[in-house]
């Protein structure tokens, strides 16, 4: 019996659509808290992100009062506000990261009002019970204590100390000792020290009348008040380039692979080119990395590379977890088509399609409510607004080849890359130290 097979021809790529940005309203209050409102009528929902600088404040007593920022108020219990938020259709829920302290959440249009009532009591008068706290410290000194044992924890904690030095975002996890050492008082002292609205941006999108959601904001939380001033992070250093650092992981049957290369902000010129760059490399499934090391030998599951923007600086991050015995070989090949962008720019199909997945993860983040929302609050973070996408998407359109192969060259080479990797030292050192230097450090460190 002889079956034949036929190939079937894909259709050619649509047409790209065109970047349609809604409306957007803003009005700062006198208390300097900054509200963005974005009608999108979709669903009779409303998305709340509210960003508050943070920078620098004790990692510790941070994480932990971001977990306990709702427990409760001098009005309210953890559990009235909860029951109050449901009432609504909603919730809210905070954490923090190097830069802001984020409290998200959502509801039903005609609950907003509410929902910001409880936002401005949380704001101006968390009490942080000391029962909540100790349950709430319980509970993220385990979720930490596990983290500690996961490769991918390991590997990140190493790359941020070799990549940051001395900067605040070098240590971004407290230890669980310090957590345990944090007690109500602490967090009472640094809520009024810098939970303040001053550089705080409130964003909400949703079924609202733009002007009428500005003027509840107002209501709810003039009142906000706070002294401080926002803390400004010292720009992150530029990367020092030196022997590769292996962390040693004993017994480890997979290595982690973690490359850190510069990258420029949002607004740089050279950010659009960048981007593309990137995704032609290692940023999405179709990207050059991923064929290498995944389709074609098959070293690892899911190699991915991203830029990562953070107010005080940008980097990218490449990212692989591959089997110890093909360590080396692993890393060899990530150099290799590093090396190869910038040497051999993407052709006409290559660029293409990295620019279409670029311009339609544009429209993708615009396609819901909260994924609107967060986009907002991201860009108002690092103060820009959501017309800056229209001149991003422009740029992206217009770039060349010979754009992305300068962008790789002067900021994907490997001569720059800061390169971690964590594993069994003994087993993979010798295949490592053929590449180049190799400095080796116990994961504790």
């Known amino acids: 019996m002889t079956t034949e097979t036929t190939t079937r021809t894909l259709p050619p790529l649509g047409p790209v659509r065109r970047l349609k ?18 009608r999108r009528p979709a669903v009779p929902l409303v998305e709340l992100r509210l960003g508050v600088p943070f920078g620098r404040a004790h990692l510790a007593r941070g994480t932990l009062l971001a977990q306990t920022l709702l427990a409760g108020t001098a009005a309210m219990s953890s559990n009235r506000i909860a029951a109050e938020l449901q009432a609504v259709g909603g919730g809210l ?105 001053q550089g705080a941006v409130l964003v909400l999108v949703g079924d609202v009348q733009p002007e009428r959601a500005l003027d509840a904001a107002e209501r709810a939380l003039a009142g906000w008040r706070g002294d401080g001033q926002p803390v400004e992070l010292p720009s992150t ?30 607004t740089h010129p050279d950010h659009a080119a960048l981007q593309l760059a990137n995704l032609v490399f290692g940023g999405y499934f179709s990207s050059r990395w991923v064929e290498n090391i995944r389709e074609d030998k098959g070293y690892t599951y899911g190699p991915h590379s991203v830029v990562e923007h953070s107010a005080a600086g940008s980097v990218l991050v490449a990212s692989a977890d ?3 015995e093909v360590t080396g070989p692993a890393l060899l090949e990530t150099v290799y088509e590093l090396g190869r962008l910038a ?41 820009l607004r959501l017309d800056f996408l ?17 962008a790789a060259a002067r900021y994907l080479a490997p001569a720059q890359a800061v390169t971690v990797v964590l594993g069994d030292a003994e087993r993979i050192a010798p295949g490592l130290a053929v590449l180049g230097p190799v400095e080796t450090a116990p994961a504790s460190t």
């Open 21 to 38: 940005l809604p409306r957007q309203v803003e009005r700062t209050l006198d208390n300097g808290l900054t509200v963005i409102v974005v």
């Open 93 to 197: 829920s905070a954490g923090v990261d190097p830069d802001r302290l984020m409290v998200s959440g959502f509801g039903l249009v005609t609950g907003l009002d509410r929902m910001l009532e409880i936002l401005a009591d949380v704001l101006t008068g968390a009490t942080f019970p000391a029962d909540e706290v100790a349950t709430e410290r319980a509970h993220t000194v385990d979720r930490i204590e596990m983290a500690q044992s996961q490769p991918a924890h390991l590997a990140r904690v190493a790359l941020l100390r070799r990549i940051y030095g001395r900067h605040p975002y070098a240590v971004q996890t407290p230890e669980p000792d310090q957590l345990r050492a944090v007690r109500p008082a602490a967090l009472r002292r640094l809520h009024a020290e810098r939970v303040h609205p």
């Open 237 to 266: 250093p530029p990367l020092e380039p030196g022997p590769l650092r292996l962390v040693d992981r004993p017994g480890s049957v997979q290595s982690s692979l973690r490359v850190a290369l510069p990258a420029v902000p949002r």
């Open 322 to 324: 591959v089997a110890t």
């Open 343 to 383: 040497s051999l720019p993407p052709g006409e199909e290559e660029l293409e399609q990295a620019r279409r997945y670029a311009l339609g993860s544009l429209q993708l983040g615009m396609a819901t409510q909260a994924g609107l929302a967060s986009l907002t609050s991201a860009y108002a973070g690092s103060g």
């Open 390 to 406: 229209a001149e991003h998407a422009a740029r992206l359109a217009k770039a060349t080849a010979d754009d992305v192969a300068e």
